[in-house]
């Protein structure tokens, strides 16, 4: 439903009450809200919800604060909870928070292309400027292959959510991009590929940024996790869509 009224009559404060008080009755609900900019372009009458998904899929501003919420809610450092709670009981033994100025066997160097103006690989960059010494809330971990397949399996069998969070974060609510034959949706962490018919064909959860790409991707009509790792940007997408359509023409079928 919608809530209309005069500027000024109290709607932005019965939402928050409102908010507030279902969090308190469930406390497995997620609340998300953005608000508008009346004096601006064409565009903003869709800045909440511009702001909404940047919230729930990756402004990395709300996940420095969710790393703080975690610091107080825990009373223990962000690392040393994702270690404890996230990393231990997933099985995640090869995974950590690793310090730049350390050199561990197993951890690749991040490294970009420096092109010319005609596209040609003149030489190459390392990432280790983009980022802070070691790992933060929003982004920075260090993990394989194989780790984040035994991340995905223990969130699928209940391991580290709730029932309810865990049915929540893997399955699609809001519509990002239509097209012709399917639709891009989004949950509370994962992106959807879902046919018109309501069929999802995969969820998945990537990124990039200088050095590095990489996602984790679950067909479940198959049953198969397609995780990849690059050490350079953008360098993940052409490999995955390959694996993409070799899955769906069959080539892993039993």
């Known amino acids: 439903g919608f809530v209309v009224g005069e500027p000024g009559s109290g709607k932005t404060m019965l939402l928050g009450e409102f908010a507030r008080r279902a969090m308190e009755a469930h406390p497995e609900l997620v609340v998300a809200g953005g608000a508008c900019n009346a004096y601006a372009g064409v565009g903003d009458p869709y800045l909440p919800f511009v702001e909404i998904l940047r919230l729930l899929v990756g402004d990395p501003c709300a996940y420095v604060l969710a790393g703080r919420m975690v610091d107080k809610a825990s009373g223990m450092g962000y690392r040393d909870y994702v270690r404890e709670h996230i990393f231990a009981p997933a099985g995640m ?46 982004g920075g971990a260090h993990v394989t292959a ?13 391991k580290l959510l709730s029932s309810e969070s865990t049915h929540l974060f893997l399955t699609p609510h809001a519509l990002y991009r239509q097209r012709e034959t399917w639709r891009m949706m989004y949950g ?32 479940p009509a198959q049953d198969i996790s397609v995780t990849i790792l690059c050490n350079m940007e953008s360098a993940a997408w052409d490999p995955a869509w390959r694996v993409h359509d070799l899955l769906i023409a069959g080539a892993f079928d039993d």
């Open 188 to 219: 509370p962490g994962l992106w959807f590929y879902v046919e018109n018919d309501g069929r999802i064909v995969f969820y998945e959860k990537d990124g990039e940024n200088a050095g590095v790409s990489g996602l984790i991707r679950y067909y």
């Open 146 to 158: 194989a780790d984040l397949g035994r991340f995905l399996r223990a969130v699928q069998a209940g």
């Open 93 to 138: 033994k090869e995974s950590g928070f690793f310090h730049m100025a350390e050199v561990r066997e197993n951890v690749a160097e991040g490294v970009d292309p420096i092109l010319d103006q005609a596209g040609n690989v003149t030489g190459w960059k390392k990432n280790i400027y983009s980022y802070p010494p070691i790992g933060t809330p929003d």
